[in-house]
């Protein structure tokens, strides 16, 4: 249903081919009060050999309060999960 599904009504900032992606990202709809704020997350993208791509995950813009704090908190569980899945998504086969 509306208002419980990933990055609803999120935008995309910028976009640098080959280097960076930002977007906006918002809380889990478990957190209602600050879900329709926002924060940002940049996407790092650094080429490596034998065509292999380093990239690093920066998620700011938090505010200050319980349920920032508690945003934050599912954020640093779910980004590394999300990270492992990409990784186990892109390895050669």
């Known amino acids: 249903p ?3 599904r990933g990055s609803e009504n999120c935008k ?3 976009v640098k081919p080959m ?6 990202w918002n809380a889990p709809p478990t957190i ?5 704020l926002r924060t940002l997350v940049y996407l790092d993208f650094k080429p490596l050999p034998d065509n292999r791509t380093e990239l ?3 998620n700011f813009g938090y505010g200050v309060g319980e ?6 908190g599912y954020f640093a569980k779910a980004w590394p ?11 050669p086969k």
């Open 81 to 91: 999960a999300v990270m492992t899945n990409l990784e186990k998504r892109f390895q």
């Open 32 to 36: 209602p009060t600050i879900r329709p």
């Open 67 to 72: 349920e920032w704090d508690k945003a934050k």
């Open 12 to 14: 995309v900032h910028s």
């Open 2 to 4: 509306a208002s419980s």
């Open 56 to 58: 690093t995950l920066r």
């Open 19 to 24: 280097e960076q992606l930002v977007f906006e």
